[in-house]
């Protein structure tokens, strides 16, 4: 079965400072596809950043970056340079690969994410 | 900000009310999620719909929800007898279906059942 697991319950940074949020996923495909998430005090769901399983560059946008490392099935998300309003919980989530519109996303448990100024 | 639009925002009912909350998929997505988030931060699938079509539902939702995506309307999700386990944040996701990986969430209806 798959899983997404966030250790990290809440991290607690100082404005313009970089932070890693931590996540472990298990899956028996070959091809699967890794998200983080943000969700706003709102409860609004903000799509960050992808990463596809079968590439080997560690995804960018913004000021977020992925460190994809495939043998240990780990997918950390980056923050650089952060903002006050980038507090929020983030969460990581998976989906199984190959085809079909059933596939759907697991999540983790998220990380609330706290930044000082 | 989102182009998932869900409605209402929030929802309050008593044990064994209906509650019905709304979502129009973002435009030209044919492909809708609903979750249902509890507050420990769980997320759980409860149905999937490509265009007007059922993919797949749990079973807790074959048996008390109902849930429909019929064409130039939004999709919409009923509890036909709400119960205190049932509050939750609800949220609505699209996605552009075969070969576009990516679910785009909505800002979710919160459900309180007292």
């Known amino acids: 079965a798959q899983k997404v697991t966030q250790t990290q319950t809440s991290i607690s940074v100082m404005e313009k400072t970089t932070v890693t949020m931590d996540c472990v996923y298990e899956?028996?495909?070959?091809?699967?596809?890794l998200f983080w998430y943000k969700q706003t005090a709102s409860g609004e769901i903000v799509f960050l950043i992808r990463?596809?399983?079968?590439?080997?560059e560690n995804a960018t946008v913004g000021h977020y970056s992925l460190n994809f490392q495939k043998p240990k099935s780990s997918i950390g998300l980056i923050i650089t340079a952060t903002q006050i309003e980038d507090s929020a919980v983030y969460f990581c989530?998976?989906?199984?690969?190959?085809?079909?519109?059933?596939?759907?996303?697991?999540f983790g448990l998220g990380t609330t994410l706290q930044v000082q100024p | 900000n989102s182009k998932v639009i869900q409605t209402p925002r929030y929802l309050v009912k008593g044990q064994g009310q209906k509650a019905k909350m709304r979502c129009i998929p973002e435009?030209?997505?044919?492909?809708v999620f609903w979750y249902q988030q509890n507050k420990n931060n769980e997320f759980k699938f409860l149905i999937n719909?490509?265009?007007?079509?059922?993919?797949?539902q749990i079973d807790m939702t074959e048996k008390r929800f109902s849930a429909e995506c019929p064409s130039n309307s939004p999709c919409s999700l009923e509890i036909q007898s709400s119960e205190a386990g049932d509050s939750a944040l609800y949220l609505c996701?699209?996605?552009?279906?075969?070969?576009?990986?990516?679910?785009?969430f909505g800002s979710g209806t919160r459900l309180t059942v007292l």
């Open positions: 899956t028996q495909d070959s091809s699967y596809f």
């Open positions: 990463q596809d399983s079968y590439k080997k």
């Open positions: 989530a998976m989906r199984e690969g190959g085809t079909g519109n059933t596939r759907k996303l697991i």
């Open positions: 719909f490509q265009n007007q079509e059922v993919l797949q």
């Open positions: 996701a699209s996605s552009l279906g075969e070969g576009a990986e990516t679910l785009y």
């Open positions: 435009k030209g997505h044919p492909v």
